[in-house]
């Protein structure tokens, strides 16, 4: 697929699209391709400054492009790479206004950490209550998924108090109004569009 590189849309393509859509097939090779690519764009457009918001239209800031890198890997496994991209967008995660954002990065980091050699359950548990716990603003399916996602990685140590209490924690969560609307309505969306694709064509 050709990409407008004249055009800073692209930057979202390759670093939203591109990037995490191969790091989900395990191929680590076009993924890390896609994210030098975004960056080297980056440095081709004026773009926005600090961390632009997920839900944004406006192209990609260089803070947004690297938050994106950073979960393209948590699909790779690749936790060093993981943090050193959250590290370098931390300072504007906190300055920002986006609760999104910083949950979905601080989720990133704690599926991350579950990976590897030598993986840090207890801080990585610690991450997911925080953004259980922080109360700041309505859910997003984005969250929710990733929330979700960091409880089934951390099944092989269920039977550690920490792993136990995020489970709990999360249980608790997805009972709340807000975040069981999105849940019911992600779940209906998915229904219908399966339903969509198995209706038969005119043509049938």
């Known amino acids: 697929m050709a990409i407008d590189r004249d055009n800073a849309q692209a930057i979202r393509l390759l670093a939203n699209g591109r990037a995490r859509a191969l790091g989900k097939l395990g191929d680590a090779v076009g993924a890390q391709r896609a994210i030098a690519e975004a960056e080297d764009l980056s440095s081709n457009h004026r773009l926005p400054g600090g961390l632009t918001p997920c839900i944004s239209f406006a192209p990609y800031s260089i803070a947004r492009t690297l938050a994106n890198a950073a979960t393209a890997h948590v699909a790779l496994g690749n936790t060093r790479d993981v943090i050193e991209y959250a590290e370098q967008v931390d300072e504007l995660i906190e300055q920002s206004d986006s609760d999104w954002s910083r949950a979905l990065v601080r989720l990133d980091v704690a599926t991350a950490l579950l990976a590897g050699p030598q993986p840090d359950v207890e801080?990585?548990?610690?991450?997911?209550?925080?953004?259980?716990?922080?109360?700041?603003?309505?859910?997003?399916?984005?969250?929710?998924?990733?929330?979700?996602?960091?409880?089934?990685?951390?099944?092989?140590?269920?039977?550690?108090?920490?792993?136990?209490?995020?489970?709990?924690?999360l249980r608790t969560w997805h009972t709340t109004p807000l975040t069981r609307a999105v849940t019911n309505f992600a779940k209906m969306a998915r229904l219908s569009d399966s339903r969509t694709r198995r209706a038969p064509s005119a043509a049938d």
């Open 123 to 169: 801080q990585a548990m610690v991450l997911g209550r925080q953004v259980l716990e922080a109360g700041g603003g309505p859910p997003i399916r984005s969250v929710i998924q990733r929330a979700g996602e960091l409880h089934a990685r951390a099944a092989s140590w269920h039977q550690l108090p920490v792993v136990r209490d995020y489970a709990e924690a």
